[in-house]
């Protein structure tokens, strides 16, 4: 398991925990980040913030504060 913030360029992971309280949990589960979506990480900042994600077909762009929120299943954790 790691963190949204922590995958690499080009890796893919499945969302299975989405911490974090009220308006910002909310916010990120409105911008279709629950558990269960299958996430890309298309790009990344030279300081890592902010990152560029596709998830549901589409492309979102999300700050490191709320990506760290995110823990992920990768391919390597099963």
């Given at each position: 398991m790691k963190r949204?913030?922590?995958l690499k360029i080009g890796e893919t992971g499945l969302i299975k925990i989405v911490e974090g309280e009220g308006r910002?949990?909310?916010r990120l589960f409105d911008m279709g980040i629950t558990p269960g979506a299958r996430v890309?990480?298309?790009k990344k900042a030279p300081l890592g913030d902010p990152i560029e994600?596709?998830?549901r077909g589409?492309?979102?762009t999300l700050r490191k504060n709320e990506?760290?929120?995110v823990v992920m299943e990768t391919e390597g954790d099963k």
């Amino acid at each position: 398991m790691k963190r949204l913030n922590e995958l690499k360029i080009g890796e893919t992971g499945l969302i299975k925990i989405v911490e974090g309280e009220g308006r910002v949990r909310r916010r990120l589960f409105d911008m279709g980040i629950t558990p269960g979506a299958r996430v890309y990480l298309r790009k990344k900042a030279p300081l890592g913030d902010p990152i560029e994600i596709t998830i549901r077909g589409y492309e979102l762009t999300l700050r490191k504060n709320e990506a760290i929120l995110v823990v992920m299943e990768t391919e390597g954790d099963k």
